[in-house]
Nanobody, 120 residues
Framework: QVQLVESGGGLVQPGGSLRLSCAAS????????MGWYRQAPGKQRELVAA???????NYADSVKGRFTISRDNAKNTVYLQMNSLKPEDTAVYYC??????????????WGQGTQVTVSS
């Protein structure tokens, strides 16, 4: 199996910052893309940011200019730097990864989620 473990969530005041981390482990041959999604109670899960193996990035309009996604390919880890946080950013943030397992075959995995709460 490929497992993803998120960390870095917590409670922060509006305007504050958090840095989320997601580490992938298992019989991974390669990772094509990794991303962050979020889901608030009663709402649909939505894409926040994604990064491909080539370094291309994609951001939701609501976080553009405030969040930055990055990867450490050697560690199979993706990060989400979140600045200028707003109350509407409050949600459970989930890590996602897709790629190929060894000895062969595709995979797509989700982490368990980490809570981010932005409140005064």
């Amino acid at each position: 199996q490929v497992q993803l473990v998120e960390s870095g969530g917590g409670l922060v005041q509006p305007g504050g910052s958090l840095r989320l981390s997601c580490a992938a482990s298992g019989s991974i041959f390669s990772i094509t893309a990794m991303g962050w999604y979020r889901q608030a109670p009663g709402k649909q899960r939505e894409l926040v940011a994604a990064i491909t193996s080539g370094g291309g990035t994609n951001y939701a309009d609501s976080v553009k200019g405030r969040f930055t996604i990055s990867r450490d390919n050697a560690k199979n880890t993706v990060y989400l730097q979140m600045n200028s946080l707003k109350p509407e950013d409050t949600a459970v943030y989930y890590c996602n990864a897709e790629g190929t397992v060894a000895p062969g075959g595709p995979f797509g995995s989700w982490g368990q989620g980490t809570q981010v709460t932005v409140s005064s």
